[in-house]
């Protein structure tokens, strides 16, 4: 069954420095979600990507982040400059054209800034 | 008025037993709703995917929605010990941002 891939699994890193988060979406979807979750908090959404472009972000969604497809299988998420409240679990999800809310989830990468 | 609220309080049920989950919302523009699980330290799966009123049953797995109420249950039948997770309702309205509940933690006894 085709699934959402996440690497890395975890990743630590100091504080200010660039991350990158990887994420190989199902292959035939066409909407890409960036969804973060501080531990013991709700699942909270980042940001939409779709054609190319971002579609929705929220209010986390800073000019600290940035999203990318930078070829025709992978979606990144950078984080520019990260903060001790960066950390968290990222997830990256992906839904097919039409089926509106049927985001389909990868592992996650857990995030600790230092 | 949180946008969707869930009990977060863990539920302990013995194996074999009826596990009645909900949630309930503010935001009338929902249209889509749905139950995610999440094992400890992994992703959401998605579990069942509902856009009316009325129920839809999957298996064991029973999704009810009353959007006149703002009200959403999932419902498990003869639960078994890998239902053993947390539970988390989301829904949408139409934009593809989906909004979470906290989760309800689970744990079925053998």
């Known amino acids: 069954e085709p699934e959402v891939t996440q690497t890395p699994s975890h990743q630590v890193t100091q504080m200010g420095q660039e991350v990158i988060l990887r994420c190989v979406p199902i292959s035939n979807h066409l909407y890409f979600y960036w969804y973060r979750q501080i531990l013991g908090q709700k699942v909270e959404f980042l940001v939409s990507f779709y054609n190319n472009e971002i579609s929705e972000k929220s209010e986390i969604f800073d000019d600290q982040f940035s999203v990318e497809r930078p070829d025709g299988s992978n979606f990144t998420l950078k984080i520019r400059s990260t903060k001790l409240e960066d950390s968290a679990m990222y997830f990256c999800?992906?839904?097919?054209?039409?089926?509106?809310?049927?985001?389909?989830f990868g592992p996650g990468t857990r995030l600790t800034v230092l | 008025q949180k946008e969707v609220e869930q009990d977060p309080g863990p539920l302990s049920v013995p194996e074999g037993a009826i596990v009645s989950l909900n949630c309930t919302y503010s935001n009338s523009a929902f249209q889509y709703f749905m139950w995610y699980r999440q094992y400890s330290r992994k992703g959401p799966e998605l579990l069942m995917y509902?856009?009316?009123?009325g129920n839809k049953e999957d298996g064991r797995f029973t999704a009810q929605v009353d959007k006149s109420s703002k009200y959403i249950s999932l419902f498990i039948r003869d639960s078994q010990p890998s239902d053993s997770a947390t539970y988390l309702c989301?829904?949408?309205?139409?934009?593809?941002?989906?909004?979470f509940g906290k989760g309800n933690q689970v744990v079925v006894i053998p």
């Open positions: 999800a992906s839904s097919g054209q039409g089926n509106y809310g049927e985001q389909f």
């Open positions: 509902t856009y009316s009123s």
């Open positions: 989301a829904m949408d309205n139409g934009n593809n941002r989906l909004a």
